[in-house]
């Protein structure tokens, strides 16, 4: 398992995060280890916390969009 500290995770995260995907990575602050990163699974990703929404179960507003955020605007 590859040991990096918090500021070469800070520096280098896209190439951390993707080596992490061959081999698990331990983040370590001041020489102890409090995270490792490692690929997610399929078991990770059960739950997803931002699941597909059904439209036929969402309010229906009869007023264009753009109109809403402009009076918004308007008002501050």
Same mark, same amino acid.
Do not use: C, N, Y
């Given at each position: 398992?590859? +040991?990096?500290?918090?500021?070469? #995770?800070?520096? $280098? +995260?896209?190439?951390?995060?993707? *080596?992490?995907?061959? =081999? !698990?990575?331990?983040?370590?602050? $001041?020489?102890?280890?409090?995270?490792? #990163? =490692? !690929?997610? +699974?399929?078991?990770?990703?059960?739950?997803?916390?931002? !699941?597909?929404?059904?439209?036929? =179960?969402? !309010?229906?507003?009869?007023?264009? *969009?753009?109109? #809403?955020?402009? +009076?918004? $605007?308007?008002? $501050?």
């Amino acid at each position: 398992m590859k +040991t990096i500290s918090i500021r070469e #995770l800070h520096t $280098r +995260t896209g190439h951390h995060v993707r *080596s992490a995907t061959r =081999q !698990p990575v331990a983040v370590t602050d $001041r020489g102890e280890t409090i995270a490792i #990163l =490692q !690929p997610a +699974t399929a078991a990770h990703l059960v739950g997803k916390p931002f !699941p597909k929404r059904d439209r036929t =179960q969402m !309010p229906a507003i009869a007023v264009d *969009s753009g109109d #809403l955020i402009s +009076t918004d $605007r308007d008002e $501050r």
